[in-house]
């Protein structure tokens, strides 16, 4: 059982209890009938062919008050799109798949190109983008949920608590951010545990007080892919198309919402997903890849809010991070100590170490390219320079669906 007590700015609603997932199912059918809700799920096709994928549909066959499902697939042939059709369909609401791959959906993008509108290259940011274009075209759902498709141990309950701050009326939050235990017999999360946190604090120690960096650390697990937010948050966030994604949606959302008005909820008392591997000493994969990605976005983004960096200050970061991420290893280990878990010092240390070279190479790359990757615009903009744009999406994934729907109805029929 969780404690319940408040640190930081934002509101956190903890786990109190086992609670009953039966009545907050039962609300949220009762309140989603003024909020109807989407769940945006970022899928490749290769998870399709592990087991978590088919607890997750079978899961969420039962979340009834769900008003659409919009799946965007990813490095998937004609002939995957129309097996994972299929395989959706048992999902309740309605059920579109967004092919990435498809022609209808190349030709979109090559539009967005013509325009001189980058959205970047093919991955999470600019595919959970466009679908979320998909949902403000069709004007069916007020509320965006999302999570990721490769969960382990998945639990429709997952949804119901990352939803429902947002979908009641008496509690009122825009934007919910989903946190969570990583364990298995050991600690997990090595990003969040060993480079966010003792960076963002090493931060707050030499720039002093700054609003974003104290919202920045009232999350406890800032790099979680699960959240629900309002629809129109949708059509003003601007996305990182790489592994800043998450930092980038927290800092939009920081932008455009009252810090009343956004919350982290308890979503599950253990999380199990895909572990990435560490490369080091290879900055173009894993975490090594990952690390550099966060590093980079956090520094536009402070920059954006008025913190100066020079090469001085660089250096002398590196070495309090460095020094504030050693200094949270030895607390981990009494923390796995006492609670059982196997903790590798030397895994941990040898993980410090990597980060602390993404973060000299993230440093070099923001004084070379300040500006860096420009974000994927905003819906606002899109519509601004293409006003039918939206409803091409719509049309696009709607045509795609139906093709594939007859084509299984007559092989059905066959």
């Known amino acids: 059982m969780a404690d319940f007590y408040q640190t930081g700015i934002i509101a956190t609603l903890h786990r109190l209890g086992q609670g009953d997932l039966t009545v907050i199912e039962r609300q949220l059918e009762y309140f989603s009938r003024q909020q109807p809700i989407a769940l945006v799920l970022p899928a490749l096709y290769s998870e399709f062919e592990k087991p978590a994928m088919q607890t997750i549909l079978s899961e969420l066959s039962r979340a009834t008050y769900v008003r659409q499902f919009v799946l965007t ?82 639990s429709r309950e997952i949804l119901a608590r990352l939803c429902y701050p947002v979908v009641h009326p008496d509690i009122g939050f825009e934007f919910s951010k989903g946190y969570y235990a990583r364990l298995s017999h050991q600690m997990h999360g090595r990003v969040t545990r060993l480079l966010m946190t003792p960076l963002i604090r090493a931060l707050q120690s030499m720039v002093g007080f700054l609003p974003f960096l104290v919202y920045l650390d009232s999350f406890r697990y800032p790099l979680a892919g699960e959240f629900a937010m309002q629809a129109d948050l949708a059509r003003v966030n601007r996305l990182p198309s790489d ?92 923390d796995a100590m006492i609670n059982g878990l196997l903790f590798d010092r030397h895994e941990e240390e040898t993980a410090v170490e990597t980060f602390t070279q993404a973060l000299k190479l993230a440093a070099e790359e923001f004084f070379a390219d300040p500006l860096g990757a420009p974000p994927i615009p905003n819906w606002m903009r899109v519509s601004a320079a293409l006003p039918a744009f939206l409803e091409d999406v719509r049309e696009a994934v709607d045509a795609d669906n139906e093709t594939a729907a007859s084509v299984a109805g007559m092989s059905a029929a066959s």
Request: some cysteine; aromatic content about 8%.
């Open 243 to 334: 592994w800043g994604l998450e930092v980038g949606v927290l800092a939009e959302v920081y932008r455009n919402c009252s810090i009343r008005r956004i919350c982290q909820v308890d979503i599950a008392e253990n999380y199990e997903h895909k572990h990435q591997d560490l490369s080091q000493g290879d900055p173009s994969k894993g975490l090594m890849k990952m690390a550099m990605d966060i590093c980079k976005s956090l520094f536009r983004i402070l920059a954006a809010e008025g913190v100066k960096f020079d090469s001085g200050m660089m250096l002398t970061l590196l070495v309090r991070y460095q020094r504030m991420a050693e200094n949270n290893i030895s607390k981990y280990h009494a």
């Open 73 to 154: 697939l990813a490095q998937a042939t004609s002939e995957q799109f129309e097996e994972v059709q299929k395989r959706v369909s048992m999902l309740p609401g309605e059920v579109r798949v967004l092919w990435h791959d498809g022609p209808r959906m190349q030709r979109l993008y090559k539009t967005l190109e013509e325009n001189r509108l980058q959205i970047g290259p093919d991955g999470k940011g600019r595919q959970c983008w466009m679908a979320y274009g998909y949902v403000l075209a069709s004007r069916k759902a007020s509320i965006i949920a999302l999570h990721d498709c490769d969960i382990v141990n998945y």
